[in-house]
């Protein structure tokens, strides 16, 4: 914070203004003020004179600015030397690697590495045990197989086909196995990785009437006893094609009669040579291993017949755990964002990883600046920090999907011509007929499938006229997909529940589906924590992976928080957004820590931890899948204990910090001054202010004009309406105000006696609409809210009436 404020210093003392000084920072006027304050507050001295028309720096304040800009100066420097490190770094890198592996395929790539980075001294161990990178200190572990410490994260570099080779003459008289189970009915020998340097396939070395299956899938070396005519693993183990040597060359010698088999018949292979044969899952690669160690050895047969067997591994490397939050800024930042971004930052610290924040602006209809500002105050204010971003930069960017279209429209074009996705120009009034006349007929409402029928031809003279059209996906229609959640393990979805999703609109930006998968793919993110509301749309997001051929991120989709009703909690039930916590007086850490135990608990199960401790002992498996209850009697319960471990000082600093500063003070003086003779009367005129809910009179609801249901209508819209206003400013909110009143015919003055009760609990005070500018929206949503609550609240039945009333309203 402290680099932060230094920076805000520095950028208004140069732009001799605090508005400009916010334009070039991306802030609100307000924010930038308020932090210039808090640092003068915190330093305990005077740094800047202000006036109406001009900002003098104080004596000391000169002093701090000349030792902020020699820091900023400071600061750039070292990010550049950092840069230029990247660019060429230095110093020992250890890694290890299987023997095969390093002998056939590292030295080469290491060699052209280090000529590339001469400052690079390797330290290579080629060893067959397993590794510990943590406890040895390795910085790279190229591994067969999956990690056995669920603690690293692997990365699968690629992988190699698993191929069987048989003679024909072992498969006319034994049959040609189908799948991997039936090995288990095949003769043959598990040969371990020493037992024979080569294979002997004919002479006095031949093992009677076996197949062999040989365990490892690279080559040996060395041994006695074989002949050098007779040595299929020279043909084909380092070769990609079946059963063909680096460069095309087909086997020579005995193994040049071999046919490839993976679970087709021999005639199916003919003159093709194994190519495009499909591959074995992981699960299969456990029974081909099984099979052939249960297999009896030395029956005696010929030896002639002989099936192989690449064993399918992927080799790994270790890699840093990447995960994100990726908001969209159109409205208040929402706790359930935050809620989310904790646990995040909570596992990729715990890993050692790296935590982004992602801007997901496509919506520009709704999208602000203002509130993705708003997103960032709110986040760090719960000391949620990250290490890549729009504000920060990094390495990925850039991290607003507003500035990332180019790179979209290059995916996009790549999946119509691989035959993934294609054009619709079907109109909103076709598909709004189809979606109708599906649901008469009672079937789910899904696109039709009708511009993917199109011609090439067709579709590109619609393109070259201009015609509107979108970018759909294909999906199948039958079968399932199976989600692997890292909370309910495999999940499976019906593919019929899936529509052809629009990936690209009219308006050449994409929907959140292209754009989430590009993105994290593009952004090295390895773990994808999200609501769970987004899991019935998993299988677009995986099968978009498999179209494009990208390793998938891991999926862990975290329970929604709920209301006390356990109803999906919304801000029509419950405050839902972060500024109205800061607002109402509630520490940081303690909200913090009350998000932190929505469905999740320390391993000791005890209430108040920090965010610290919340890392240190982070286990995702902790997580519960009820959904989580955020009740605001339990947070101010939680905050309380909070609040009493603070030192007197810490209390007091917060109390003015919170709303006794400078700031608000100087926007609530001029409604103030001119109706009070002393100072004493401002505490029972103002006190409002200085409150988080009111508690008002039920009397003062009481109207002339209007019934006890009109009056609960009419302070309902208006809620609404405020609900949904983009900017809090006195004009707007009038506006709001204005718009319901001339509706349902009535008067300015008919609505002003119930919001001056509702918002300032008073018969009397300040101007209503002044006070609802400075209180701002969180507040003043609030006391409306607990208003209507006071008068009975709003029935399901009038909720669905008053909405339709609601759309009809300017």
């Not at 299987?98 to 590292?106: A, D, N, R, S, T």
């Not at 070396?221 to 005519?229: E, F, M, P």
């Not at 090439?456 to 199976?482: F, I, S, Y």
């Not at 801000?571 to 469905?599: C, D, H, V, W």
Request: hydrophobic share 40%.
């Amino acid at each position: 914070m402290g680099l932060d404020d230094a920076l805000i210093f520095t950028r208004v003392v140069e732009c001799h203004s605090f508005t400009q000084a916010a334009q070039g920072l991306g802030m609100q006027k307000s924010t930038v003020s308020r932090r210039i304050a808090l640092l003068e507050e915190r330093l305990g001295v005077r740094l800047i004179n202000r006036t109406t028309r001009k900002l003098r720096l104080t004596e000391v304040g000169q002093a701090y600015y000349e030792r902020c800009r020699q820091i900023m100066l400071d600061f750039a420097e070292a990010e550049q030397a950092v840069m230029q490190l990247q660019l060429a770094p230095a110093g020992l890198l250890r890694i290890t690697a299987p023997i095969e592996f390093g002998q056939l395929f590292l030295g080469r790539v290491l060699g052209d590495f280090m000529r590339q980075y001469p400052q690079i001294t390797a330290e290579v161990e080629l060893t067959s045990r397993r590794v510990d990178p943590v406890e040895e200190g390795v910085d790279i572990a190229i591994l067969v197989g999956q990690p056995q410490d669920s603690t690293l994260i692997a990365r699968k570099v690629y992988e190699t086909s698993r191929r069987l080779y048989a003679s024909p003459d072992y498969l006319a008289r034994h049959g040609t196995p189908q799948t991997v189970a039936e090995l288990a009915g095949h003769r043959a020998v598990l040969l371990p990785h020493d037992s024979m340097r080569y294979w002997p396939l004919e002479g006095e070395h031949c093992l009677p009437g076996c197949a062999v299956v040989q365990q490892h899938h690279l080559c040996p070396r060395g041994g006695h006893g074989r002949r050098r005519d007779c040595r299929p693993a020279d043909h084909d183990l380092r070769s990609g094609g079946a059963g063909r040597a680096p460069g095309g060359a087909a086997p020579r010698g005995p193994a040049a009669g071999w046919r490839a088999v993976c679970g087709l018949p021999v005639s199916a292979l003919s003159g093709h040579e194994g190519e495009n044969l499909p591959r074995f899952s992981d699960s299969q690669s456990a029974a081909v291993s099984g099979s052939a160690a249960g297999a009896v050895p030395g029956r005696p047969v010929n030896i002639a017949a002989l099936i192989r067997v690449h064993c399918n591994s992927s080799r790994l490397s270790m890699t840093t755990v990447r995960t994100r939050i990726a908001p969209s800024p159109t409205g208040d930042p929402h706790v359930g964002t935050a809620y989310i971004a904790l646990f995040n930052l909570c596992f990729a610290r715990q890993h050692g990883g790296e935590f982004i924040l992602r801007i997901e602006d496509t919506d520009q209809v709704r999208s602000t600046r203002e509130s993705e500002q708003q997103i960032y105050d709110a986040l760090r204010w719960l000391g949620i920090e990250w290490s890549e971003g729009p504000d920060v930069g990094g390495s990925h960017g850039p991290y607003r999907q507003s500035e990332r279209g180019h790179i979209y429209q290059k995916y996009s074009a790549e999946l119509v011509e691989k035959g993934h996705a294609f054009h619709c120009f079907c109109s909103a009034e076709r598909l709004d007929k189809v979606r109708a006349e599906q649901m008469e007929a009672k079937q789910t409402p899904r696109y039709d499938g009708h511009c993917m029928h199109l011609t090439a031809d067709e579709v590109q003279q619609r393109l070259a006229a201009g015609e509107p059209n979108v970018v759909r996906m294909k999906v199948p229609t039958e079968g399932v997909c199976v989600v692997p959640d890292m909370l309910r393990g495999e999940v499976e979805i019906p593919w019929d529940r899936m529509d052809m999703q629009v990936l690209m609109k009219t308006d050449g930006l994409p929907t959140y589906f292209l754009a989430n998968v590009v993105d994290d793919h593009l952004m090295g993110i390895t773990h994808v924590l999200r609501g769970e509301e987004w899991l019935p749309s998993a299988p677009k997001l995986i099968l978009l992976y498999e179209y494009f051929g990208w390793e998938k991120p891991q999926l862990c989709y975290m329970p929604l928080l709920r209301n006390p009703d356990k109803s999906k909690l919304s801000k029509r039930k419950n405050p839902t957004s972060i500024t109205f916590y800061e607002r109402m007086g509630f520490l940081p850490q303690a909200m913090l820590n009350y998000l932190g135990r929505m469905g999740w608990s320390m391993p000791d199960e005890r209430e108040k931890f920090s965010l610290d401790e919340m890392i240190e002992h982070f286990d995702i498996n902790r997580v519960s899948l009820g959904g989580p209850i955020f009740d605001l009697e339990k947070l101010s319960w939680l905050n309380g204990q909070w609040m009493r471990e603070l030192s007197v000082e810490e209390f007091a600093a917060g109390a003015q910090k919170w709303a006794f500063n400078s700031d608000y003070l100087m926007q609530i003086a001029p409604h103030v001054q001119g109706r009070v003779e002393t100072f004493s009367q401002i505490a029972p005129l103002a006190s409002f202010f200085f409150a988080g809910g009111v508690a008002p009179d039920a009397a003062l609801f009481e109207h002339k004009k209007l019934s006890a249901e009109q009056v609960r209508q009419l302070m309902q819209l208006i809620l609404w309406k405020l609900e949904a206003l983009r900017q809090w400013e006195k004009d707007k909110i009038t506006g709001c105000i204005q718009a319901v009143v001339e509706h349902l015919q009535l008067k300015l003055r008919d609505a002003m006696p119930l919001m001056f009760a509702a918002v300032t609990g008073q018969a009397s005070s300040v101007s209503v609409l002044d006070a609802m500018e400075i209180l701002g929206p969180d507040l003043t949503r609030f006391r409306l809210r607990q208003a209507i609550e006071l008068l009975g609240g709003v029935s399901k039945k009038e909720n669905k009436e008053w909405e339709k009333l609601l759309a009809a309203i300017a």
